[in-house]
Nanobody
């Protein structure tokens, strides 16, 4: 099973980007999906997570610093998860990783995630 993250790039402060994460090799039906980021010299940190819900109810969780600016969503039919990032700030600069969690808990703990994508770089300029 693989997760492929894409959509990163260079954007000015206040701009927007949409990250995508496509799963292949298996379905992630029933899995929670999350986004994490790692800035140079810093530990990997939780950004957002969404839980699987068969009735399309949307459960989403965010770290405080991105609430109101970032939105996580998933398209179960496409086996994909997305991160819409608006009002970007220089402190959002990092490599962004998507991940899948078999416990479907919406957790922000990286250790709980079973599968990881390769990361996509987001750079926000001043």
């Amino acid at each position: 099973a693989q997760l492929q993250a894409s959509g990163g790039g260079l954007v000015q402060t206040g701009g927007s980007l949409r990250l995508s994460c496509a799963a292949s090799g298996r379905t992630f039906r029933g899995y929670g999906m999350g986004w994490f980021r790692q800035a140079p010299g810093k530990a990997r940190e939780f950004v957002a997570a969404t839980r699987w819900s068969g009735d399309y109810t949307h459960f989403a969780y965010y770290t405080d610093s991105v609430k109101g600016r970032f939105t996580i969503s998933r398209d179960n039919a496409k086996n994909s998860v997305y991160l819409q990032m608006n009002s970007l700030k220089p402190e959002d600069t990092a490599v962004y990783y998507c991940a899948a969690d078999s416990s479907n808990s919406g957790t922000g703990s990286p250790a709980e995630y079973d599968y990881w994508g390769q990361g996509t770089l987001v750079t926000v300029s001043t």
